[in-house]
């Protein structure tokens, strides 16, 4: 079973700056668009970020100005930079890697953006 595995989640403060991270085998990450989402209780799962392997990003309007997505080729690892949070932030973030064989998820790590 293909497992990425996200970390970097937490509470933090309004305002403050959250780095997640998620790791990949080589066989999904490599020549794929990793991506984020999130979800929080009685919503669908939303878009937040990705970049392609060719450089393409793409953002949620609502994270544009305040999140950068970005990848480390070398440890098959994507990050979510996530600056200037705000309460709404608030949510589980899954890591997402865009195959030919489908869309792998990994079980995502907890947000929290509360004073």
């Given at each position: 079973q293909?497992?990425?595995?996200?970390?970097?989640?937490?509470?933090v403060q309004p305002g403050e700056s959250?780095?997640?991270?998620?790791?990949?085998?080589?066989?999904i990450f490599s020549g794929?668009?990793?991506g984020w989402y999130r979800q929080t209780p009685g919503k669908q799962r939303e878009f937040v970020a990705s970049l392609s392997a060719?450089?393409?990003?793409?953002?949620?309007?609502?994270v544009k100005g305040r999140f950068s997505i970005s990848r480390d080729t070398a440890k098959?690892?994507?990050?979510?930079?996530?600056?200037?949070?705000?309460?709404?932030?608030?949510?589980?973030?899954?890591c997402s890697a865009a195959t030919i064989a489908g869309v792998f998820w990994g079980r995502g790590t907890l947000v929290t953006v509360s004073s």
């Amino acid at each position: 079973q293909v497992q990425l595995v996200e970390s970097g989640g937490g509470l933090v403060q309004p305002g403050e700056s959250l780095r997640l991270s998620c790791v990949a085998p080589e066989s999904i990450f490599s020549g794929n668009t990793m991506g984020w989402y999130r979800q929080t209780p009685g919503k669908q799962r939303e878009f937040v970020a990705s970049l392609s392997a060719h450089g393409d990003l793409d953002y949620a309007d609502v994270v544009k100005g305040r999140f950068s997505i970005s990848r480390d080729t070398a440890k098959n690892t994507v990050f979510l930079q996530m600056n200037r949070l705000k309460p709404e932030d608030t949510a589980v973030y899954y890591c997402s890697a865009a195959t030919i064989a489908g869309v792998f998820w990994g079980r995502g790590t907890l947000v929290t953006v509360s004073s």
